[in-house]
Each structure stands twice: as C-alpha cells, then as structure tokens.
C-alpha cells in the first residue's frame, strides 16, 4: 500500500502511530532500509497536527495525502481537522487501523494488549461519516490497492472531499503480491461546464442589468478562475464581493472589489451571481431585492452535506467555476450587446465603493491598545510576492482581509470550516508544498490554543518548516461575546460585561511554542516596538527557525474570573 501510495504521487504520510500500526512501522523501516520509493513520514504528536498539515499541503497543490490515526480514539482527535476537509474541500486520505479481532495468538497482529478490548467500537466509521465523502473497511489484504485507489479518485473528484479507510490490525500484516500498476485509471472523474444555452442567459442578464454583483468564497481553489474572474467583471462591468474568502478570489486592490462584508449590496442589486459560495448572505439580515435575477454557479450547489440551507435561484448549475467562467467570457467577448450599460454599472460601482468605505467604523479602543486594524496594517508591511497568509483569527477575518488587500492567486487561504485551531498547522503543509515561500499564520488566541501548539511547532521545527505566526491577543474568545451581544444586546452579560470567556489576558502563549521546538518567542503590548518586532521575527524565519508574536491587541472583556 505504500509503495502504491507513492506511485500516486503521494509524497507524505502524515502520521500519529498507535497498537494498531505494528505492520505499518515495520513497512516503513523495510523501504526505509531497501532504498525502495516512499512518501515521507512525518510525525505529529497530535491528530489536529495530522490533518491540518495534510489539508494545508492539499489546498496549496490539490494533492491528497495520507494521514495516519489511531483506532477510534485517534479518530476522535481528528476533531475539528475533519469538518474543516469536508468544508474546505480539499482531498486526503485518512488511514485508521481498527483492533484486532482474533485472539488465539495464531495470526500475526492478533490481540495481545488490553486495549484491543476497550478501543473495539462496533461503529468506528460513524465517528467521521457526516465529514467524509466515502469510507470503507479493508476486509481482504488483497484488495488493499484498489481500495487506495477507488479513495484516491473519490478524494480529488469535485467538490474534493476526504475519504476514510479501516482495516484490522491483522489484515495489515497479511502478506500480499504487489499487481501491476494502473494508476492510470483511476483518475477523478472530470467535471463539466455550463449547457449553451445558459451560458448566454447569464450573460444576456448580465448585460441588461444596472447593479451586478458576484458573490465568491472558493474560486481562487483554480488560481485561472481569478484570472477569468478578473476579465468578465471588467468586460462587463460587475462588482464582486468575497465573503468568507478561502483563497484569493479576487484582486482586493482591484476598482471593482466591493469588499468582504456579509450582506453587503444584496438588498441593492438588480443581479446576483453566486459562484462558488456557501453562505452568501443571512437571509435573517437581508435579503435580494424584490424582482432581482438571482443564477447559482458551484461545483457544489445543492450542498448535500449541509442542513438547512435554502438560497433559491432562476438558474442553479453544478459545474466547474473555471469552464463556466470561460463560456460566458466567450459568449461576452463576442457578443456587441456586452459594451452596452457598462459604463452605468463602473459608475455604480464607484459609488458603491465609496459609500462602502465612508460606512466603515472604528472599533471603541479605551485601553488605548494595539488595534486588529494597526497590527493588520502592520503585518502587510512584511507581504512580499512569496508570501503565503494563513488566517484563522475569526472576530477579525474582515479587518484581516480589508487591510492585507491581497492580489496574487494563490496567497491567501483560510480553513473553509469552523473548526479552530487550524492556521498553525496547515502552515506545516503549506511549506511542505511551497519550501522557497514564506508562510505567516495570523492567528487569534483561541485559534492558536485550539491548534495544540505543542504538537504544531515541535513537528515545524522537527521537519524544517518555519513559519511567522502573529497572535491577535484580546484576551479570550471574542466571537461568543458577539453571538451573545447579538442575540441579547440589552441582556445582562453585555450590561455587567460578564462573559466568561476571557481566558489568555495573563497567558505567555508564544512560551508555549518555544518549550517544543527551536521557535523564538516575542510579546508585544505597545505599538511603539510592533513593526520592528515584526521584522525581527520575519527575519529569524528567514534563518530557519519558526517564530511567533504574541501581539496584545483591545482586550475584549474587562471581567476577573476566579
């Protein structure tokens, strides 16, 4: 399996090894020994590590990894990691062994520890089926590469998603034959485009709207998406608006940006296109104006996975955001009606920039602290055209993304989830991938706690993957205190500032990372010393070596716990 592994392409194993990997640890040492090829193995003394590095690796290059766990319990650890693939959906291939079921000592790998009785879940799968796209056990040693191989083509066909594999500890070390290769059949299945005639209905709506706008979170996952992207809101006139933005969908200096707020312009557009987008708008908040052309383009549409989710459209069309960008820029492009409004639609455009701007508040600030906005604008100052951003700061994701302004696909990623603590992890993967760029993770306290830094920066440090992480420090979890104010804004908790959630204020948090690995720690509480610590720590990653900045930023909560 392993070697088949890396005649995929595979190239790591990203691995948290436990009783049931006996038949694995001897692989691995044999190919090591023998010279054969094999991914590398790296460990990661937490499933979160795991995972999130593996997904880090998949969202720079849509490559699926191996990722290696424990029985059900390693599994459970999985945690957080796995909604954020299924969400995010990048592909991997998640491994679990389970235990093993004789015990008459006569079969290799058969029961000899306790644990093989209390770790024995009669439903191990169930822990992750709501997450994966497809699992299955192994139940004959001889089936092993089609197996890999069915996960592998289920894993990278869009929407890209993980997939789960078990196997008892005993089928593991069964001997086999290797087969002949046949990679070459298994490919993911290809997607499509538009049908013709909705190609020129979109475009046909385009043209005879006034207020177009395209709302995006993930088609920056095909980096000439954002080129395609680009040309059709300039060759028509259209106004884009990213929200929850997992990769760099669109130039953020660009004239027709219209920003990263929620909500913002629905209530006013006479056209909507959706594209690649989970969550739009909040229909408790706003809602389309009455009459507007609503179209739906996703290579996930219907969003199966998800509950409740209902946002209606005249066309909703499964298809690749890439060959449907190209059909309607085609069908534009040699269309006369395409000049027709434009220069109506830039004007509103503007306008709608201004206004947009001139709306903008400033956060209450009366401790005089760093804000999220200056630490922001001061991390911009260290982007350069190599510069990966990681971020998971979620009180901040729009001060995050209305400052940085990134303009280069393939710059900017966030988790696609909402299982925190990924940032710091998925910055292992992201330099595995990418070794001659430099990763900075904008994290926010809870985000880097939830990471499991101990396990994040030893692995960093281990397999040689520095990276900058910069700490928005308010002192605890903003974004409970939001949902509560939001929901009981006279309530007493926001009269009394009680919360119960203001939990790192006096935490050495950068300490942590650099008790486990050669990390070099800084704290930061005045602005005075920010952009010349910033450099400094930016510099030691220039060396080698990981670093992280525990920036204190507008505490959150006043209240003493205790």
């Known amino acids: 399996m392993i070697e088949r592994a890396a005649c995929l392409g595979i190239k790591y194993i990203f691995a948290n090894l436990g009783s049931d990997h006996p038949a694995f640890i001897e692989a691995f040492a044999k190919l090591s020994r023998q010279g054969k090829p094999m991914p590398q193995i790296i460990i990661c003394p937490h499933e979160m590590t795991a995972l999130s590095a593996a997904h880090?690796?998949?969202?720079?290059?849509?490559?699926?990894?191996?990722?290696?766990?424990?029985?059900?319990?390693?599994?459970?650890?999985?945690?957080?990691?796995?909604?954020?693939?299924?969400?995010?959906?990048?592909?991997?291939?998640?491994?679990?062994?389970?235990?093993?079921?004789?015990?008459?000592?006569?079969?290799?790998?058969?029961?000899?520890?306790?644990?093989?009785?209390?770790?024995?879940?009669?439903?191990?799968?169930?822990?992750?089926?709501?997450?994966?796209?497809?699992?299955?056990?192994?139940?004959?040693?001889?089936?092993?590469?089609?197996?890999?191989?069915r996960g592998f083509q289920i894993a990278t066909t869009p929407p890209d998603g993980p997939v789960y594999i078990t196997g008892a500890r005993e089928i593991w070390d069964t001997p086999v034959d290797s087969s002949a290769g046949s990679e070459g059949n298994w490919q993911p299945a290809r997607t499509?485009?538009?049908?013709?005639?909705?190609?020129?209905?979109?475009?046909?709506?385009?043209?005879?709207?006034?207020?177009?706008?395209?709302?995006?979170?993930?088609?920056?996952r095909e980096p000439l998406a954002v080129e395609l992207l680009v040309k059709l809101s300039e060759k028509l006139g259209i106004g884009v608006c990213e929200v929850s933005s997992q990769f760099m969908n669109f130039p953020g200096d660009?004239?027709?940006?219209?920003?990263?707020?929620?909500?913002?312009?629905?209530?006013?557009?006479?056209?909507?296109?959706?594209?690649?987008?989970?969550?739009?708008?909040?229909?408790?908040?706003?809602?389309?104006?009455?009459?507007?052309?609503?179209?739906?383009?996703d290579i996930d549409p219907l969003k199966q996975n998800l509950g409740y989710w209902h946002f209606p459209a005249r066309g909703t069309y499964r298809a690749n955001s890439l060959d449907a960008l190209a059909q309607v820029l085609a069908v534009a492009n040699s269309s006369v009606a395409s000049d027709a409004g434009r220069p109506s639609r830039l004007a509103w455009i503007a306008e709608a920039r201004t206004k947009s701007l001139g709306n903008k508040r400033t956060a209450p600030n009366p401790a005089d602290a760093i804000t999220a906005e200056e630490l922001t604008t001061a991390g911009r100052e260290l982007v350069t055209d190599r510069t990966i951003i990681i971020a998971e700061a979620p009180s901040s994701t729009e001060i995050i993304q209305s400052r940085l302004q990134m303009n280069r696909p393939g710059s900017f990623f966030t988790s696609g989830g909402s299982g925190l603590g990924f940032a710091i992890n998925a910055a292992i993967g992201a330099k595995l991938a990418a070794p001659e760029d430099e990763v900075i993770a904008?994290?926010?306290?809870?985000?880097?706690?939830?990471?499991?830094?101990?396990?994040?920066?030893?692995?960093?440090?281990?397999?040689?993957?520095?990276?900058?992480?910069?700490i928005y420090n308010n002192g605890g979890w903003y974004?409970?205190?939001?949902?509560?104010?939001?929901?009981?804004?006279?309530?007493?908790?926001?009269?009394?500032?009680?919360?119960?959630?203001?939990?790192?204020?006096?935490?050495?948090?950068?300490?942590?990372?650099?008790?486990?690995?050669?990390?070099?720690?800084?704290?930061?509480?005045?602005?005075?010393?920010?952009?010349?610590?910033?450099?400094?720590?930016?510099?030691?990653?220039?060396?080698?070596?990981?670093?992280?900045?525990?920036?204190?930023?507008?505490?959150?909560?006043?209240?003493?716990?205790?």
Not at 97 to 112: K, Q, Y
Not at 194 to 210: K, N, Y
Request: a negative charge; proline letters at 5%.
């Open 442 to 470: 904008l994290v926010g306290d809870g985000s880097y706690q939830f990471g499991v830094p101990s396990s994040a920066y030893w692995a960093a440090s281990t397999y040689r993957t520095p990276f900058l992480t910069i």
């Open 192 to 220: 499509a485009g538009l049908p013709a005639d909705a190609a020129e209905e979109i475009h046909r709506s385009l043209c005879e709207s006034r207020r177009p706008i395209i709302i995006t979170s993930y088609i920056g």
């Open 479 to 562: 974004s409970p205190k939001l949902s509560a104010t939001w929901v009981h804004p006279e309530g007493q908790a926001a009269q009394t500032d009680a919360f119960w959630v203001n939990v790192t204020a006096s935490a050495r948090l950068a300490d942590i990372a650099a008790a486990c690995g050669e990390v070099a720690s800084f704290r930061v509480a005045e602005r005075g010393g920010l952009r010349e610590t910033l450099q400094t720590a930016l510099e030691v990653v220039r060396s080698g070596r990981s670093a992280v900045v525990d920036v204190a930023i507008t505490p959150m909560s006043g209240q003493v716990l205790g």
């Open 56 to 149: 880090g690796y998949a969202m720079m290059t849509r490559e699926p990894q191996l990722v290696l766990v424990h029985v059900d319990v390693g599994t459970q650890n999985l945690g957080g990691s796995i909604h954020n693939a299924a969400r995010g959906r990048v592909p991997a291939i998640i491994l679990a062994g389970l235990c093993p079921v004789t015990d008459s000592g006569g079969r290799i790998g058969s029961r000899n520890e306790f644990i093989h009785y209390i770790q024995d879940a009669p439903r191990q799968q169930e822990i992750v089926s709501q997450y994966v796209k497809w699992s299955y056990e192994v139940r004959s040693a001889d089936m092993i590469e089609k197996i890999l191989l």
């Open 254 to 297: 660009h004239s027709n940006h219209l920003g990263y707020r929620r909500n913002a312009f629905v209530d006013d557009a006479d056209l909507i296109l959706m594209i690649d987008v989970d969550v739009p708008w909040i229909p408790s908040q706003v809602s389309p104006a009455l009459g507007a052309t609503i179209f739906h383009i």
